[in-house]
DNA sequence: GTTCCGCATGAATCGATAG
DNA sequence: ACTATCGATTCATGCGGAA
């Protein structure tokens, strides 16, 4: 065993097996940033044995328990979850879940929404379509790592519609003042134009990855990486399905750390990051890309 | 006492005083949809004496008791809510109270999303600003009116003709444009491509509102009054502030019994209304509104 | 008559200060 | 130690005066 408990063989590396089995291995307080987003109750049962809804609290708790020793203090667990519709009602696991984990020592320090603008069609009498789901945001202590400045977006169309109008001269003014950083950053822009995001986050769910259905999109994963930690963190998916979370973490350089139980799963994965790893430049995120073609 | 147990009296009135006294007074079964969005814990401590945080549930739960015992089997109740920040984490007593609400015997069908474009300014270290709030959709029965015709929204080609006036704006923040469209109005949309919108509703708080700032925006009691009950049904709201659930109704051709603590509010509310009744056509919804400018 | 721009205004939250 | 108050921070929106 290497001289950090064990650490080095999971980094960068997809572990085949049960997160159950493979997280006690890691050390204490090794990992920066936790983010998944587990097999859904009763989803997909042909994993993990199926957990029913009625029994996703306790399938859930020990592993969270598990999540919250490897943590570092500053690091933060993201959870993107959605309750199942169980006849006829959502389910309340997940929130009993919320509750549960409190107890166990998380603070639920926030809970982040995903919009999802292209949801799945369907319809029924007594609701419409889910177009949303939680990103729950646990952390050890009120303190912790954010870099909110990571995750700037441009503010409304309004200012943009005024700033147009403005002579050449204060358009010169501000470039100069932001220095030549040739950038695809959206960091790098104008400082007047950059806001801060809400905590409702609509990405596109537009997959690009033509070979591989992802069970969510890279930009979701990215988005809390490049909030929660730096270059070089690592980052641990226990249930990292086809690998997004690790492809996001080889695009943005972070180390991760992916389990998954399912054998194709894991052969899926570690192609992809094989891939993104020989051709770094050939996929892009969302907005680099939609800021490329403006 | 009239024929109806006493109902008629609050038919299409503001009464003034506390729910908890008021409710009793209602009849069994005589409502078809609740809409309300209660004084959020010690945010208006000013004018509701403020609850606590901690005491909310047991606050609300003889509340909600009444509600059901006045809600007719067939009808909802649309509870618009938001946790607050207590000590850096989210408060538990909204996901505590849909718990709680569910021993009473409330099914919880759905969880709608108000996405809030124009949320409250500020910057803290730990969070971004909260853009969304929860409508938990109640109900006392798997079966109960849905009207889902009423709500629908054009689709297609008008998010095209919109997209191209898009530059480097982001698409994310346009995305509520996209969305579920409020108020519109189905008839100047036929011969369109309709569709049936989600659950996430994308509106724009009104603010500077010259007769006192409504809590919250017509346009979310009305979809949800358009969505859950026909013309002549009765609406209650057990916290009607100023108005606006009223207002909506009477534009909507519905019924409405209003309850309100606050003086100063019964008053403002009672003028709204008799505003709306004396020049219906004076305001309209807010997306009819930009329609009809368009 | 349009368009443009200044400004006030929010269901907010944190951290410091005061009692 | 625990609670109450206050200033600082920040941005989408609509009104009203100006160009």
Redesign the pocket.
């Known amino acids: 065993m290497s001289v950090n408990g064990g650490l080095d063989r999971f980094i960068n590396q997809i572990a085949e097996g049960d997160c159950r089995e493979l997280l006690p291995q890691l050390p204490h307080e090794c990992i920066d940033l936790v983010v998944t987003s587990p097999p859904y109750a009763d989803q997909r049962k042909h994993i993990y044995g199926g957990v029913h809804p009625d029994e996703y609290v306790e399938w859930f708790l020990p592993i969270s328990a598990e999540l919250k020793r490897v943590l570092k203090p500053s690091g933060s667990f993201v959870l993107n979850i959605k309750e199942r519709v169980v006849n006829g009602e959502r389910h309340t696991y997940v929130i009993e879940l919320i509750l549960k984990m409190r107890e166990q020592g998380w603070l639920w320090?926030e809970e982040y929404i995903r919009h999802k603008k292209n949801t799945y069609p369907g319809k029924w009498p007594n609701r419409f379509r889910d177009a949303w789901e939680r990103c729950l945001h646990f952390t050890k202590q009120?303190?912790f790592k954010m870099f909110q400045e990571a995750v700037?977006?441009p503010?409304?169309?309004?200012?943009h519609?005024?700033l147009r109008?403005?002579s050449d001269n204060d358009l010169r003014r501000d470039v100069s003042r932001v220095g030549s950083g040739f950038g695809k950053r959206v960091a790098n822009w104008i400082g007047r134009e950059?806001?801060?995001p809400t905590n409702v986050l609509h990405m596109a769910t537009e997959c690009y990855n033509r070979n591989h259905a992802a069970t969510f999109p890279v930009d979701l994963p990215a988005w809390f990486i490049k909030l929660f930690t730096e270059p070089g963190d690592v980052v641990l998916d226990p249930f990292i399905g086809s690998g997004t979370t690790a492809v996001a973490c080889v695009r943005l350089g972070r180390k991760y750390i992916g389990f998954e139980w399912n054998p194709e799963y894991v052969r899926v994965a570690r192609e992809r990051v094989a891939q993104e790893t020989s051709q770094p430049n050939l996929y892009t995120f969302a907005e680099e890309r939609a800021e490329y073609e403006a």
């Open positions: 320090t009120k303190q700037m977006v503010m409304g169309e309004w200012r519609a005024r109008k403005l950059l806001a801060y």
